[in-house]
């Protein structure tokens, strides 16, 4: 059996796992999608005075301002949760959870940690693939209207939303002389180029979504650390994190690279 052949065989694979779950697959989505901000949501309540006294310390900005910055990521992201869960205003929800992923890239100084910051912008990408989603429904409820096709902006979210999602891979690189090491970044890096400029794309995703997985629970499996250690804390935001860039992966296998797109492009060939 040839390499093309492969490849068609598990284009078939993935396309008969797209039938089977394309009900359920755009939930479960969002579902891990929005998974970051509900946890980090939570952990507001939870750890109030930590946070608030966290703040308070770093950026000397008093009671008051600390209290309504905690307050706000607490309201903002359960709320906005709630809201693409709900599906309800999902457009404004978007835009609200950009707004908390800005606010804490500055008031956490992710700014300047590299590996965090990329993951913040992948999580931005995952919002940005929401956002398309959220319009293609929109313009549903006008089915039977005649359209000139895809709108230019969901088309270039759907762009921007792929490349901001492969950011999260670039900070699982090692570079180590192993074998293993240099095959796992071999395969990664084609994979996340393929998805990037939207070739092979549901396959590529799909493939992307089972080892972003298996890394994440190998990983972060932060259930395995007592809850009033450090690490625990920690394992548990990368966790939900890499949940969220799953999630924004499902979507771009649920609905597709979009207009820019060397798939989209094939089809005019």
């Not at 939303?161 to 950011?167: K, P, S």
């Amino acid at each position: 059996m040839g390499q093309e052949d492969l490849m068609n065989k598990a284009e078939d694979v993935a396309d008969q796992f797209l039938r089977v779950t394309k009900q359920y697959l755009p939930h479960l989505a969002r579902l891990c999608l929005i998974s970051t901000f509900l946890e980090d949501g939570i952990r507001m309540w939870f750890q109030w005075n930590e946070q608030r006294d966290y703040i308070e310390a770093t950026w000397n900005c008093g009671y008051f301002l600390a209290t309504c910055f905690v307050l706000l990521n607490l309201i903002g992201q359960l709320g906005g949760c709630v809201l693409i869960l709900s599906r309800n205003f999902v457009q404004y929800a978007c835009f609200g959870l950009f707004g908390i992923i800005a606010l804490q890239t500055v008031a956490y100084s992710i700014l300047w940690d590299l590996k965090f910051l990329m993951r913040n912008l992948a999580l931005g990408g995952g919002l940005l693939l929401l956002l398309a989603e959220s319009r293609s429904e929109g313009k549903s409820m006008f089915a039977g209207v005649p359209s000139m096709g895809e709108s230019s902006p969901k088309q270039y979210m759907q762009l921007g939303g792929r490349v901001l999602l492969v950011l999260m891979f670039m900070t699982l690189l090692h570079f180590d002389s192993n074998f293993f090491s240099i095959l796992q970044n071999m395969v990664g890096t084609a994979l996340i180029i393929l998805v990037a400029i939207g070739f092979k794309t549901k396959l590529a995703a799909l493939t992307l979504v089972v080892w972003l997985f298996a890394i994440n629970v190998y990983f972060n499996a932060f259930w395995t650390i007592p809850a009033y250690k450090p690490m625990h804390d920690f394992l548990k935001y990368d966790f939900f994190q890499t949940t969220s860039v799953i999630g924004g992966l499902l979507l771009v296998v649920a609905l597709g690279p979009g207009g820019v797109s060397m798939d989209e492009k094939k089809k005019e060939w």
